[in-house]
C-alpha cells in the first residue's frame, strides 16, 4: 500500500519539531548549569587576565605561609634528632642568622618611597612615557646603595630580601617571589639612619631619579623612623641552581675564626660591636633556608 504524500509531511514535520525540542531543553539546560556554576564557585575560576592573576597571587601568598610552618617544623624534628643522637650543632652567631633573613628582626632605619609620576605631572608631554614609571634598576639603586651604606636587613614591599633575592618589574608590575605588587614601592632599611641617607645621596643612580622626581613628579621620599621597623623572616627559597663552589675552595673559611671569638667574648667583660638590628623572638638554626 502506497504512503499518502500529507502522512508522509506529518511525520516528517513531527520528527523536525522532536528534534528541535530537544535542542531547546539541552540549550537551556547549560545555560542553567552555567548560571548555577557562576553561583556557587564563579570566582574561584575567573576567566578575565587581572582576576586570574589575583587568584594565583594569594594562592602563593598562602603556599609560602605553609612553606614558612612546614620549615620551622622541619628545623624543630632537626634539632630533636639531633640531640637524641649526641650531634647538636652549635648556634649562629647573631650576624649570620640576621643577614641570612632566616629570623624576623626589628631596629631603627627609614623607609624608601618610590612612585609614578601622576596623570598631571609637569613636562609630561614633553618626555618620553618610560621616565615617568619607576623601572627595576630604580628599585636596585636604591636598594644597592642603602647596602652600600651599612644596612643589616632589608625588605621590599612586605618581603625580606637577601643577597640571593631577584626581582623584575614587567610594565609598572614588580614582581618578587611569585607576588606581584604595584607602585608606590617601600624599600625598608635597617641600620644607622644617617649613614643610609648619605649613601642615597652619594649614589649615582639614586641622584638620577631624584632629578627626574624634581622635573617630571616621580614620587620620592626618604622618612627615617620614629619608631623600630619591623623586618618579617625571609620566606623565598634559598638553593642555587647556577652556582657552584669552585674545586678546592674552602666554605665558610671564617667559622673558625668566628668560633674562636665568639669564645674570646665570653672570656672577656668587654661588650661586642654594636648591631642596629634585633633578633624577633629565639633564633631557630636552618630556619628559612
Not at 516528517?12 to 519539531?17: E, N, W
Not at 626589628?106 to 609614578?116: C, S
Not at 652600600?148 to 614587567?170: H, K, N, P, Y
Not at 669564645?263 to 630556619?287: C, H, M
Request: charged share 20%; net charge negative.
Amino acid at each position: 500500500m502506497n504512503e499518502h504524500p500529507h502522512r508522509a509531511r506529518r511525520v516528517f514535520a513531527r520528527g523536525t519539531l522532536t528534534v528541535a525540542l530537544v535542542l531547546a531543553l539541552a540549550g537551556a539546560l547549560f545555560a542553567a548549569n552555567a548560571r548555577f556554576a557562576h553561583a556557587q564557585g564563579g570566582g574561584r575560576d575567573p576567566e578575565d587576565l587581572a582576576g586570574l592573576t589575583k587568584v594565583e597571587t594569594n594562592r602563593v601568598a598562602r603556599l609560602s605561609t605553609q612553606v614558612d610552618a612546614l620549615t620551622q617544623q622541619v628545623a624543630d624534628l632537626t634539632d630533636k634528632e639531633n640531640l637524641a643522637n649526641g650531634t647538636q650543632v652549635g648556634t649562629p652567631g647573631l650576624g649570620y642568622v640576621v643577614e641570612s633573613g632566616s629570623v624576623p628582626v626589628e631596629g631603627p632605619g627609614l623607609t624608601v618611597r618610590l612612585d609614578d609620576a601622576p596623570q598631571d605631572a609637569p613636562l609630561r608631554d614633553a618626555v618620553s612615557p618610560d621616565v615617568l614609571v619607576v623601572h627595576q634598576q630604580d628599585i636596585q639603586g636604591v636598594m644597592n646603595a642603602l647596602w652600600a651604606g651599612g644596612a643589616e636587613a632589608m625588605a621590599l614591599e612586605d618581603q625580606r630580601v637577601i643577597s640571593t633575592s631577584a626581582f623584575r618589574c614587567v610594565g609598572n608590575v614588580l614582581r618578587l617571589e611569585g607576588r606581584l605588587y604595584s607602585p608606590p614601592y617601600e624599600v625598608r632599611a635597617i641600620g644607622d639612619p644617617d649613614k643610609l641617607r648619605a649613601a642615597l645621596d652619594d649614589s649615582p643612580a639614586v641622584r638620577a631619579y631624584v632629578r627626574d622626581a624634581d622635573e617630571v613628579g616621580l614620587g620620592w621620599s626618604v622618612t627615617t623612623a620614629s619608631s623600630p621597623l619591623h623586618l618579617p623572616a625571609y620566606s623565598g627559597a634559598t638553593d642555587l641552581t647556577h652556582a657552584t663552589v669552585p674545586p678546592g675552595t674552602p666554605i665558610l673559611p671564617g667559622l673558625d675564626a668566628a668560633a674562636q671569638d665568639a669564645a674570646a667574648l665570653k672570656r672577656s667583660p668587654e661588650p661586642g660591636p654594636a648591631s642596629s638590628a634585633t633578633v624577633v623572638g629565639t633564633p631557630t638554626p636552618g630556619a628559612g633556608r
